[in-house]
T-cell receptor, first 116, second 111 residues
């Protein structure tokens, strides 16, 4: 199946710093990428949807100025958590969709962010 | 009301048992339905899509009841390796490319 990678797999940072997470589709072109967040014992919550070359669409309650998304190419999307705070500590997962045929999304392995 | 609801479990079953999970969804216009499996601290992985006619993949059988808006997953002959959280997923209210995840049902298979 299609492979999606994320980097880094985990990160620990101080409060107030910014963290960038990369999501790459390795063997297909992803017209759409999605960013999710998952808190312990909760479901994945969609944060935003990004299409290559256009601005991301954020879900209600997600601050676009805090969670900056860039989808500059068909194989790369980045999520930057700006001025991170402890409440931003979570598991961030991206997924990618090729746009051809089915609705299947391929998930990256996730990035565990801990803000001290 | 949540868009996708599942019993969180855990379901504790012995090896070899048959176990079934149900899930209900609120959007009657949903067109795509899936079961994903998520292991602890890992990303979700697609287990199977769910079709109106029902479908089977080895020990796993998925059913869809559109009238009642529920989806089921049946696992036969449970293995230790089946222990995981099973996520019911449907496409969302406001965009058919968006997936909405249930909170998952945790399964623990014991020797």
């Amino acid at each position: 199946g299609a492979v999606v990678s994320q980097h880094p797999s985990w990160v620990i940072c101080k409060s107030g710093t910014s963290v960038k997470i990369e999501c790459r589709s390795l063997d297909f072109q992803a017209t759409t990428m999605f960013w999710y967040r998952q808190f312990p014992k909760q479901s994945l919550m969609l944060m935003a949807t990004s299409n290559e070359g256009s601005k991301a669409t954020y879900e209600q309650g997600v601050e676009k100025d805090k969670f900056l998304i860039n989808h500059a190419s068909l194989t790369l999307s980045t999520l930057t958590v700006t001025s991170a705070h402890p409440e931003d500590s979570s598991f961030y997962i991206c997924s990618a969709r090729s746009g051809q045929g089915h609705n299947e999304q391929f998930f990256g392995p996730g990035t565990r962010l801990t803000v001290l | 009301r949540k868009e996708v609801e599942q019993d969180p479990g855990p379901f504790n079953v012995p090896e070899g048992a048959t176990v079934a999970f149900n899930c209900t969804y609120s959007n009657s216009a949903s067109q795509s339905f899936f079961w994903y499996r998520q292991d602890c601290r890992k990303e979700p992985k697609l287990l199977m899509s769910v079709y109106s006619s029902g479908n089977e993949d080895g020990r796993f059988t998925a059913q869809l009841n559109r009238a009642s808006q529920y989806i089921s997953l049946l696992i036969r002959d449970s293995k230790l390796s089946d222990s995981a959280t099973y996520l019911c997923v449907v496409n969302g209210n406001t965009g058919f490319q968006k997936l909405v995840f249930g909170t998952g049902t945790r399964l623990l298979v014991s020797p």
